[in-house]
Every structure is written in structure tokens, then in C-alpha cells.
């Protein structure tokens, strides 16, 4: 049985810095600028990560990457209104099919110890709600599928006052759940909508090169932040290392993308509250004067 959350809280765990710019910032500006309490967890610090916008790409960038990126980290965490903690695993990189993952690296922890202090922020920050990847992590870099299994190990084990005793009193979030960001059906549907209305598009070579993965999950949950996209693109474009101005996932139709796509979506993964599907609130079932199961 729950009892009425005074304020609301929710955490979204995430593998890099800037992968919460990417994926479902704008719902966590939108609810932020409700007055609800968002903090993201960042499970390692990119040092392994590339430089992707060629503007930055010099020696001293990325001689001095991961204190780079925790600069772009805190701009972006500004823009968005949240907190934000890295919990101090470090970047596995993304190897090719036949090399080795780097010793020492998050994907190579072991799950359990790994969710230590992921456990630790839970029972500190008690978020209502967690966001995180499915267990594909979204793409196969294996710090997003690390990610998804810590945040699911977290998710149970932060309720059971015999695991990491030392870490605070136990606490259960009530729901959990998955990102659908930048689906085949969202690239499709931008593309579709830029190239009716004469708009160029880069989208559809990425589109013809798709991999041939099993179909998303269903979307249980839509929120509506399309007045947000300005303020998820801000926090985007903060991890300048990351982000080439007008390019890649900043080169579409903003206008196109509000009146097709107005939502960030998600999968309803995990509850301990009663809701009725379809959601348009990650807080449905919490709010005030709803009723608990």
C-alpha cells in the first residue's frame, strides 16, 4: 500500500552523459517545470565515448574527454531543471565484433555490485518512478544494456533491507519504466511528414539501412511535451562534444516533429499501482487524490 507522495520524485538512469538529452528530456523538463523533483543517474562518465561534432574534434578535447563531458553534464543539467549524479563506473566503449571489452569497464561489472550504488541513490532521492532502457538498451552498446539490467536489479532490490544494508532505509519505487526514443515508427513518421510537405530529409537513409531488430515495444505510456522540444534541443546541443549543430538528430523540422509527434513515449515496464492503459502521465495512479492499489 502506498501512501500519497507530498511530492513527487522521478529518476531516470541513464549509461553516458547526453544520453538524457537524447532520449526523453523533454518530459523531464516538462515535469520538472511542474514543480516535480527529477534526478538522472549517470552510470559512467563517456570517457571512452568519440568526439562527434568535428568542430571539437582537437587533441586536447579529447586528451581531456571526461572532464569535458562533466562540464557539458552540468550545462545540460541546468537547461533541464533536474539533478543529476554519476555513480562512478567507467565507460566500456563500443568495440568492434571481435575485441575485447576493456578491463575494469561498467558492462563487465557484475550486475549486483554494479546496482550497489544505483540502490544507494534510491533509498537517498525515494523517486516514485524510474525511467530506464529495455533490455536492448535502445542499440547494442553494451553500456545501455548494463544500464537496463542495473536499473532492474535496483528497482527490486532497493525494498529489501537485506541488501546493502549500510546503503539507507529500504524503499520501493511504485512504477518502472522503458524509453521508446527514436523508434523506426518516430524516424518514419518525421520522415514521411518532411518529405509530403516538400521538406528535405536525411532521414531515409538511415532509414533504408535499419536493422532487421524485432518490432518495439508496445508504447503503454505518451507524454505530451511538444512545447519542451526547444528546451530538450538546448540541453542536446550542451554536450557540444556529442552534437553537431544542424546535423544528425538537429538537422529535422521542428515544426513538423510538434504537429506529427507532439510526444515522448515509453513502455510501461513495472507497477505497483493501479492504472489504466493507455497513460499520458508517468505519474498515473500517484497523483493526489487517485486511488492506490
Known amino acids: 500500500m502506498f501512501t500519497q507522495p507530498s511530492a513527487l520524485r522521478l529518476l531516470t538512469v541513464h549509461a553516458h552523459p547526453d544520453d538524457e538529452s537524447s532520449k526523453g528530456a523533454a518530459s523531464l523538463a516538462r515535469y520538472a517545470a511542474e514543480g516535480v523533483e527529477v534526478m538522472v543517474a549517470t552510470m559512467t562518465g563517456g570517457e571512452r565515448g568519440s568526439v562527434l561534432n568535428p568542430a571539437l574534434d582537437r587533441p586536447e578535447i579529447r586528451s581531456d574527454l571526461a572532464r569535458v563531458r562533466r562540464g557539458e ?69 553494451p553500456d545501455h544494456v548494463m544500464t537496463h539490467r542495473v536499473a532492474v536489479e535496483a528497482f527490486e532490490a532497493a525494498a529489501d533491507p537485506h541488501r546493502c544494508p549500510e546503503a539507507g532505509a529500504p524503499w520501493q519505487p511504485a512504477k518502472l519504466y522503458y524509453h521508446l526514443a527514436l523508434s523506426r515508427a518516430w524516424f518514419r513518421t518525421i520522415h ?58 538537429m538537422a529535422h523540422s521542428r515544426d513538423i516533429e510538434r504537429e506529427v509527434w507532439p510526444t515522448e513515449d515509453y513502455h510501461l515496464a513495472r507497477s505497483l499501482v493501479e492504472t489504466a492503459l493507455p497513460e499520458s502521465d508517468l505519474f498515473a495512479g500517484l497523483r493526489p487524490g487517485e486511488e492506490h492499489g
Open 73 to 141: 553534464m552540468a550545462a545540460a543539467r541546468e537547461i533541464l531543471g533536474v539533478g543529476q549524479r554519476f555513480l562512478g563506473f567507467t565507460d566500456s566503449g563500443l568495440p568492434g565484433p571481435d575485441e575485447p571489452l576493456p578491463e575494469g569497464c561498467f558492462a563487465l561489472r557484475p550486475t549486483a555490485v554494479a546496482a550497489e550504488p544505483l540502490i544507494a541513490l534510491i533509498r537517498e532521492f525515494r523517486p516514485h518512478v524510474v525511467v530506464t532502457y529495455d533490455e536492448t538498451g535502445g542499440y547494442p552498446h
Open 192 to 249: 514521411d511528414a518532411m518529405t509530403a510537405r516538400g521538406v528535405e530529409s536525411a532521414m531515409g537513409e538511415l532509414l533504408a539501412d535499419w536493422p532487421d531488430t524485432p518490432p518495439a515495444l508496445a508504447a503503454t505510456t505518451r507524454i505530451h511535451c511538444a512545447e519542451y522540444f526547444a528546451v530538450r534541443d538546448a540541453a542536446l546541443l550542451a554536450h557540444a562534444t556529442q552534437i553537431e549543430p544542424g546535423a544528425g538528430f
